[in-house]
């Protein structure tokens, strides 16, 4: 299941949930929604929606795991993220602290066609500016562990 055709919401809560789980942390309910700044019961309505896609699978008191579609998508929104905020540095000089934001709007819109030209156009690069992986065009982490980063 591609991402796109999915709302940004649901890969936004997507991204979190894998981010969660890179860092060694559970991802209930409640951690989703302090992630993304949403109340419990927000999180919690989305989790049931994932659920139903076959997207998460959530056992109560255990938290939310991603199925191997729900975790295809998180680092498929994971790659278009980092390389957006490398290109953004690299090609047009935005600022570090700048890229992350514009790369949070671009992410979800990034067609296959134009992530595959500015891979190639910056070389294939492995990591973003923050010095974090970047997956690689078969969503597989180039030698690094899970591509978990601070805020991507």
């Known amino acids: 299941?591609?991402?796109?055709?999915?709302s940004d919401a649901i890969q936004?809560?997507?991204?979190?949930?894998y981010k969660l789980a890179a860092a060694g942390e559970r991802a209930t309910t409640s951690a989703i929604a302090g992630r993304l700044g949403v109340a419990a019961p927000?999180?919690?309505?989305?989790?049931?929606?994932?659920?139903?896609?076959?997207?998460?699978?959530?056992?109560?008191?255990?938290?939310v795991e991603l199925t191997d579609a729900g975790r295809q998508i998180a680092v498929e929104v994971i790659r278009h993220h980092r390389l957006l905020e490398q290109y953004l540095a690299e090609t047009l000089g935005l600022p570090i602290d700048a890229v992350h934001a514009e790369a949070d709007r671009l992410e979800h819109v990034l067609s296959e066609e134009l992530e595959?030209?500015?891979?190639k156009a910056l070389g294939f690069p492995t990591h973003d500016p923050h010095g974090d992986p970047i997956p690689d065009a078969e969503l597989n982490w180039r030698g690094e562990s899970n591509g978990e980063g601070d805020d991507r």
């Open 1 to 6: 299941m591609p991402s796109h055709g999915l």
């Open 12 to 17: 936004d809560y997507l991204k979190e949930i």
């Open 42 to 63: 927000s999180a919690t309505s989305m989790v049931k929606k994932l659920a139903a896609l076959e997207l998460v699978e959530h056992a109560p008191y255990r938290g």
């Open 116 to 119: 595959a030209r500015i891979d």
